[in-house]
Structure formats: C-alpha cells, structure tokens
C-alpha cells in the first residue's frame, strides 16, 4: 500500500492553502519566493508529491513589508487571491486577480477591510451561491482582548457589505496568545485566528488556530452553527481541558501545527486537512496534510501525524488529457475529438458527438470540468446510461437536466444560471450516480439537478450536440456514499436485506427489537474503503438501569457476496472490543 510522511513539502511553507482545479492541485503560502514575487505556489498531483512553481503576486507599489495568508477562490474563469498586506501591527485584506491557478496575480487596487488589524482571509460560498468572507482581526473591548475572527457578506470579489459580525472570540485559557502582551500594552491576550469552513449535513464548521504555537496547548479546534445569518458567536467545540482541539502540538514529535484549510483527495471524497508544522530545529513550518472527517456531528482530523500513513485514495480511473492522443480509456462517436493543453476539445460545431468511459460502475463519483469552444450554440455535458444528460446550453443561458422514456422521448427540465455565467470558462461537473438515483452539481453551488426518475445502468459519456466544447480533470471513483439527507426509502438507493429498517432525520435506523436486522449494499470488490458512523441507541425502557440494552449490538460484514454473509465483525454494548 502506498505511503506518505510529513512533511510532504519539506521546505518552508507556512499558513497553506490548498486549491484543486481540473484534478491538480496549488498551494499558496506566506512570503516571499526566490523569484521576488510574493506567494509561493507549490503544485501537485496528489496531494503528497509537491513542486515549486515560483511566486504568485507581483508586489504592488505600497509600502508594506508583510504578506500573508494568501487564499485563491475560482469563479467563472478568474481566480480570486485574497490576501493580508501591512507591517504586523497595522494589516489589511486585499484581492488579487489572474486568469491561471498558479498567476501571474495583478493586485486589484481594493482594499476590502477597514479595520486596523484585519488577517486570514477565508471565501465560502454557500448552497444558494452567496459568498462570504471570514477573517481574523482584533475584538479588544471582549472579556477575553485579542484576535478573534468574523465574517461579512461579499457583493461581489471586491466589496464586502460592511456588516462584520464575530463568529468566534476568544473564551478559554488554551487561546492564550501572551499573558503580558507588551506590543499591546501588558494586557492578557487571546488568539484566534486562521478561519476555514466546511458545511456538514447543513451545519457550518469553522476550523480555526488557538493560543500561541509555542505553547503545547496550541492547535486547530473548531465551532459550529446551523445557519450563517445568525447574530449569535458559534458555538466552540474545544474548552483546551475536557475536549482538546482536534488538532494540537504532540511534544517531542510535533511542534505547532495550525493555520489549516482543507480540500477533497484525489478520489474525490475523501477531505484532507492541509496545515503548517514547525521542522525539528523551529526553521520554517512545512507543508503537511491529514484525512479530515466525522463522527457524527463532532469534526476530527487523523493527525498530526508522524508515521507513515496510508496516501491518499486514486480515483478508480482518471485522464488528465496530457498525453499525445486520447488514452484507451475512451471511446468516441462522431465529433472531432483533440488532445491538447491538458483538456480534451470536441471541435466539430454541428452534428453528435460522445467520447464514452469505459468503466462503467452501478454507483459512482464523477467529476469533470467543461467549457464552450467558438461560437456559444448547442450544448454540452455529460450523458448517464442511457437515460439522463445534464447540458450546458450557452445560447438560451441555461442548464437543462434531461430523462429519456420510452413514451415521452426526451423531456428537459430548465436549470436557470447567473446573468453572468460565463461558459467559455471551465465549470465544474460533479455527478453522482448512487444505484438508481443520480445527482449532478454545477460548480458544487450554482445549480443542483436531483431527477426523480432512477437512472439506468450503462457508462458516463461526455457529450456535444451541435456544440464545439472543452473537457478537463476527469476522475471517476467507483463507491458510493450515503449520508441519509434526502427523503428516500432504504431501497431506493440500493440497500437490500430485511427488518424495519427506515431513513428519518438524516439517519439510517434500525427499529428492531428482541432480534436481527441486516442490509447488503453493492457489488462485491476485490478491495475497498469503508468508513461508518454508527451508535447504539437505548434499550428497551422497561428494562432496568443494569440491563437495558444488555443485549444491543451491531457489525459489519467485511466480505459478503452471493455465497454468503461471510465473516462478521462485531461490537457489543457489554462487550470488551471487537468480536
């Protein structure tokens, strides 16, 4: 089994920030590269394997010598650098723009921030497409003085509302920054800092950096809310003595790891933590990352880690079209199909076109980037089975999600885009076949396509009908993930066995009582990864405080196929472990 270590960049690359684009990826970091731009930017195609690539940002003509935490955010073919400029006392928030990930940038002039100390930039971008900017700056009339971090709503890349609201200040001695700040005149200060949110079965998880890296209590915790307009502070995870950050200093084997954001593997699921640690000898803090994942509601990360780790999950199949000519993993109909530029262009403006995948699975993740070629006509996508397309068609300015029937033919339903949607940009397609159901996202928050109709069996293909278009990063991941949010029945997503089994309030529940229970799902696999959160819930309440759920139980079977369940792998509620 392949292996990573951290570091997994050896040399100097603190506060990280890591972008995936058309299946690679780039990492921004603070500073300054040997090239004299601003920025460091790091390439790879795993997340373990890095390159230098030079700086991002040539520095504007402003008296500042610091630059920091840069973060990049892709819109509608522009990539947005935002990024913290000053003299460590006074910093402000700027944006940068530039038309390829690794820049050049041209600072845009705006100034986004007006606070005098304001750091740590962080763009999400919600389910409905609106945009938000987290960042750390000073609360110093707060019970607890110091850096904390907000958010306020963007207008657009250059402008904020102008309505910043704390998301978290600090309220426990482990965000201790310096007891006597002198810089501050001698006050107790707290530090929270470093903002990064991921959305989670419709909670909101800010990961942030607390207390001082010299300290052992220092690490990443996070807080949590239900909805982004509340006036509230999130609630905070961590009190530094009960429950610990989920990401902390390990003395004598890691030092200081923090400022984190975080990004899906090569497979497409899998969340990494991607962070800064300080080498041995406090040199530079490196590049090291970490799987990101959940137990329920409660965020964790596998790390720091600092033995050989399992590398991040390939995708079942992948093309990065770099080669001389299309790879054995297609097969094409019609159209005039290149290999160019790392992208796959049909060229051919009229008529049909496909270039079908070859592997073909029940359930599966997809992702490929697309954009028109020439003149706006036609559309473009991709086809499921025989049964669903999903279409871009730049002349009417729409989305259209389509499903074949035998007595109707094609009938479409109209998926409207932004004004601006710019379609000779790539736009991500993220499609998601799991056993009869099917979802397609556009860009993971422009628009949303869940068909009723369950899908047919039968490969993905990538399709033009009368249009000239482009297809970049494919990767598909055979596998399924379930996380019980829509409305279904078990057997509707390919769940099979028996017992009063039902889907309610984002769980799978088993509602048996005095015996057995099972539910078989998917192919037999030569090999696989499964991960599952799973709970007991309590026994019968006529039983006593000593007996209730005595008998409760549940497992896995590992390795079921048609000749049987196989081995099982099971847990007890009295039980000592693993049977």
Request: charged share 20%; with cysteine; proline share 8%.
């Amino acid at each position: 089994m392949p292996t990573y270590l951290n570091p997994v960049y050896p040399h100097g690359c603190p506060d990280p920030f890591a972008l995936k684009f058309c299946g690679l990826y780039y990492a921004y970091s603070t500073g300054h590269a040997p090239d004299g731009r601003a920025f460091p930017v790091f390439t790879s195609p795993d997340l373990v394997h890095w390159r230098a690539l030079g700086g991002a940002l040539q520095p504007p003509a402003l008296d500042w010598p610091e630059y920091w935490a840069p973060e990049v955010s892709y819109h509608n073919g522009r990539f947005y650098m935002y990024y913290s400029l000053g003299n460590e006392a006074h910093m402000h928030l700027r944006v940068a723009v530039a038309t390829h990930p690794a820049g050049p940038f041209a600072d845009s002039g705006r100034q986004l921030t007006s606070e005098p100390f304001a750091i740590d930039a962080h763009v999400f971008a919600d389910d409905d497409g609106q945009r938000y900017l987290f960042y750390a700056t000073d609360f110093l009339s707060h019970t607890h003085i110091g850096t904390g971090t907000a958010v306020d709503r963007l207008l657009d890349p250059f402008t904020l509302a102008g309505e910043p609201r704390p998301v978290t200040r600090a309220r426990y001695p482990w965000q201790v920054y310096d007891p006597q700040r002198a810089s501050k005149g001698g006050v107790r200060w707290h530090t929270v800092e470093g903002p990064f949110v991921e959305k989670h079965k419709g909670r909101y998880y800010q990961m942030f950096s607390g207390g001082n890296w010299q300290n052992p209590s220092y690490g990443v915790s996070y807080a949590l809310t239900d909805s982004l307009t509340q006036t509230a502070e999130w609630a905070q995870s961590a009190d530094g003595e009960a429950i610990l950050p989920i990401l902390r200093t390990i003395p004598g084997r890691v030092i200081g790891p923090g400022h984190n954001s975080a990004v899906r593997g090569p497979d497409n699921r899998q969340l990494y933590c991607v962070y800064h640690r300080w080498t041995d000898d406090l040199a530079a803090r490196v590049l090291a990352i970490d799987p990101l994942d959940w137990a329920g509601e409660r965020m964790l990360v596998l790390g720091p880690s600092f033995t050989p780790q399992p590398a991040p999950s390939p995708p079942t199949v992948a093309d990065q079209f770099d080669g001389s000519s299309l790879s054995d993993l297609w097969a094409t109909e019609g159209g005039d199909w290149r290999v160019e530029n790392g992208a796959l262009p049909q060229l051919a403006a009229t008529g049909e076109a496909a270039a079908i995948c070859s592997h073909d699975a029940e359930s599966f993740l997809a992702e490929v980037s697309v954009r028109s070629e020439g003149d706006p006509i036609g559309a473009y996508g991709v086809r499921v089975g025989d049964t669903h397309q999903f279409l871009l068609d730049p002349q009417a300015g729409r989305a259209l999600g389509s499903v074949w029937s035998e007595e109707s033919g094609w009938v479409a339903s109209e998926i409207r885009l932004p004004a601006d949607f710019n379609f000779g940009a790539f736009h991500l397609l993220r499609v998601e076949r799991n056993a009869g159901q099917l979802e397609v996202t556009l860009d993971e928050v422009v628009a949303l396509w869940q068909p009723g109709a369950p899908v047919s069996s039968g490969p993905l293909a990538l399709v033009t009908h009368n249009a000239a278009a482009a297809f970049a990063g494919f990767a598909l991941t055979q596998g399924w993930e379930d996380r019980f949010e829509r409305d279904n029945t078990p057997e509707a997503i390919g769940w099979q066995g028996a017992g009063a089994w039902r889907i309610a309030a984002g769980l799978l529940a088993c509602d048996a009582q005095g015996g057995e229970a099972s539910l078989f799902k998917g192919e037999p696999l030569a090999s696989y990864e499964l991960v599952v959160n799973v709970r007991l819930d309590a026994g019968d309440p006529s039983e006593s405080a000593g007996q209730a759920g005595s008998a409760g139980r549940y497992g896995i079977y590992p390795a079921a196929s048609d000749e049987g369940p196989g081995p099982l792998l099971r847990v007890e509620r009295q039980g000592e472990g693993w049977e």
